[in-house]
């Protein structure tokens, strides 16, 4: 029984740990009518391909956060927020992010090469 206990327990500690070498990237979408994604302060308009995570903050019932390209779609609630953190497998090619029921002004895009 000690052994499934620390099993369990190394398990939840190696989780935030696999975690903390993984770039990470903030989108956030709303109060108002603004999404973005930033790698630290600098808005994300290149990537190399590679595992990253993401932590959206999405901060209206107006809106939701996006994220579509190659073998990705992940989103966050139009009618809900909070802050959702994904950890995706990036690879070639083009993504975008939008906010759905804005996506004609509430938008953006980066490359990954």
Same mark, same amino acid.
């Given at each position: 029984?000690k052994f499934v206990a620390l099993?369990?327990?190394?398990? %939840? /500690?190696?989780?935030?740990?696999a975690l903390a070498g993984t770039?990470?990237?903030?989108?956030?979408?709303?109060?108002?009518? !603004?999404?973005?994604?930033?790698?630290?302060?600098? +808005?994300?308009?290149?990537?190399?391909?590679?595992?990253?995570?993401?932590?959206?903050?999405?901060?209206?019932?107006?809106?939701?956060?996006? /994220?579509?390209?190659?073998?990705?779609?992940? =989103?966050?609630?139009? %009618? +809900?927020?909070? =802050?959702?953190?994904?950890?995706?497998? /990036? +690879? +070639?090619? !083009?993504?975008?992010?939008?906010?759905?029921?804005?996506?004609?002004?509430?938008?953006?895009?980066?490359?990954?090469?």
């Amino acid at each position: 029984m000690k052994f499934v206990a620390l099993a369990v327990l190394a398990a %939840a /500690l190696a989780a935030p740990a696999a975690l903390a070498g993984t770039p990470t990237l903030t989108g956030t979408v709303g109060p108002g009518f !603004t999404i973005t994604l930033k790698q630290g302060t600098k +808005k994300v308009s290149k990537l190399k391909a590679g595992t990253y995570v993401f932590k959206i903050a999405d901060k209206s019932s107006l809106h939701n956060f996006h /994220l579509t390209g190659p073998g990705v779609n992940k =989103t966050t609630s139009v %009618a +809900k927020t909070g =802050t959702s953190t994904w950890k995706l497998k /990036l +690879k +070639k090619g !083009t993504y975008k992010f939008v906010c759905d029921p804005h996506k004609s002004f509430m938008k953006g895009s980066f490359k990954v090469s």
